[in-house]
């Protein structure tokens, strides 16, 4: 358990790397002359120059001078300090105002793919190969091909603009209600994958001994599926919805940008459109952290929950 | 967009307890104990499939489209006139006219060259990664396997469309080509993952079975009996493998392109058309529709393809 728990934390340490080393490298290193860049279309002078040099260790040449900055980066962005926009404000205030509407957003959107997402699930484990089983089976399989650029501007066209019955964009500050479409759009995916995570290991387990023991015990149906089934069935799924928060965070790019909510996706979907490279930058190196630390806490949550997968 | 592989491997996982991994070939698997073979059994059922027969059938009529788009319309995609923005159907543009005064439904068909190109070319680099890193882990098991799984477990751990923003922002170049090679070799890149551990797995089953022992003992050296015993053995599950995440990697190219960094005009991409028509909704709502259904249906279409047959092939999902 232990040793499972620090392999997959190296693990994730690897990760972390790999995926800034990367962002790194494809954004800051390489571009011609960093100094000028800053100054634009201005002069240099000599003092100014060197103490930019001074400042960002840029008399570092070569491999060590490339980890020397790149250190440097990761040690800011570890420390939350992300720089500006190119607009000149702060990543890091940009991102403060953002995430409070992200995170309601991805809690809608898991509060939708639980309630029927689950629900959905035990009925259709309960009676397999039942009409209900074959229409969700088929209905899942419909949302989790359709991609969300087609998803998202639908949803807004049918039931924001042309049927009216929800608001089509947020907006700033915006309420429940707005957040609503947008929600269950992001959590349809999710809703798909809980219902047929629920319905699969629901299936299972309901030819499992200890259910039959029940039965024979004389215990009524409800119980047993409540009591012993359930319990034993939402393991997988609720260390999936785990991982799920942390992609709805860091995946409502498509749904943020369409209906204008100012969560932290749709300042990168505006970071992307204006070529804002800062921006970009700063929030896939965050989202990346908050991507990974999400995953390794589900994988720790999962060993501690079920004892029986044995890790080497 | 991997949503999809996601759940089909927990599933799996769920499913069955036990060697993971498709059963290996038809013949040796059904001809010692069934009277039928398991490909003859995987096809009588295929055949009473209703989604396989639709699944296929779109996706034949969106690879020849792909192919000869002349032959669906007759209009060309880019006769475009601004005196004709947002007008209805008439004179075989039966779908109206776009923002830019286009044909709707001629740059939906001649959209298909594009996604189904870069789908399948990403499949292709996709399959011939994942068919060495598999094999060479699977085959040589140790620290080789140790490493190399290591190494999936790191990309898989990469966010795909994170990444794929970081890596084309930094694609310059304009040229149609350029773009195209661009976004295939990052999807080709960061979705190899899920396939190699499908080789992985299969490979570790075959290298097992008698026949390689005979081949090693008749003296055939390790790269033989991989070519020539192995690779036939493990390929099926790939290519079923491989047909869902072909869907996966339309719709991701239909995304990047979405965003504005994936394919760029003079392309014809379904993904930007759904973004200007999106833009355009309140004044004229078929030149969102038309690309959205276009591209909805050629992913779903080799979705459930490759979800249909892996369905007949694993008996344990029955």
Known sequence: MFRYILRRLLQMVLAFFGTTLIVYALTFAGQGDPIQALAGERPVTPAQRAYLTEKYNLDQTGVGGFFYRYFDYVKDLLQGNLGESLTGRSIGDILQQAWPVTVRLALIALAVAIIFGVTAGVLAGIRRASIFDNSTLVLTLLVLGIPTIVLAPLAQYFLGVKWQLFPPTAGSDPTFYALLLPGIVLGSLSLATALRLTRASVAENLRADYVRTARSKGLVKRRIVIVHVLRNSLIPVVTFLGVELGNLMSGAIITEGVFNIPGVGFNLFRGIRTEDGPLVVGIVSVLVVVYLVSNLVVDVLYAVLDPRIRYE | ?318
């Open chain 2, 1 to 318: 967009m991997s949503d999809f592989e996601t759940v089909a491997a927990t599933e799996n996982q769920a499913a069955r307890r036990g060697p993971s991994g498709e059963p290996g070939t038809p013949n040796q698997v059904g001809a010692a104990n069934k009277p039928r073979s398991l490909a003859g059994d995987a096809w009588r059922d295929l055949r009473r499939n209703p989604i396989f027969w639709i699944s296929l059938a779109l996706v034949v009529i969106f690879t020849l489209m792909a192919l000869l788009p002349g032959v669906f319309t007759a209009n060309s995609p880019n006769d475009c006139l601004l005196s004709r923005q947002h007008a209805g159907p008439s004179g075989g543009a039966i779908f109206g006219y776009d923002f830019q005064g286009c044909d709707t439904y001629s740059r939906a068909v001649y959209g298909t060259r594009a996604s189904l190109l870069v789908g399948a070319l990403a499949a292709l680099g996709t399959g011939i990664i994942a068919l060495v890193i598999g094999m060479l882990a699977g085959y040589f098991g140790r620290w080789v396997d140790a490493v190399l799984s290591r190494v999936i477990d790191v990309v898989l751990g990469i966010p795909l469309l994170l990444a794929a923003i970081v890596l084309l922002k930094r694609v310059s170049s304009d040229s149609q080509w350029a773009r195209i090679g661009a976004v295939v070799f990052v999807l080709a890149l960061l979705g190899w993952t899920t396939a190699a551990r499908v080789v992985r797995s299969s490979v570790i089953t075959a290298k097992e079975q008698d026949y390689v022992a005979a081949a090693r003992m008749l003296g055939a050296g390790n790269s033989r009996i991989m070519w020539r015993h192995i690779l036939p053995n493990s390929l099926a599950p790939a290519i079923v493998v491989l047909t869902i995440a072909l869907g996966s990697f339309i719709a991701a190219e239909a995304t990047l392109s979405f965003l504005g960094i994936g394919l760029k005009a003079p392309t014809i991409s379904w993904g930007q058309d759904i973004d200007t028509g999106r833009i355009h909704m309140r004044e004229a709502a078929t030149p969102l529709i038309v690309p959205s259904a276009f591209l909805a249906l050629t992913v779903l279409a080799f979705i459930m393809l490759g979800d249909a047959i892996r369905d007949a092939f694993d008996p344990k999902l029955r």
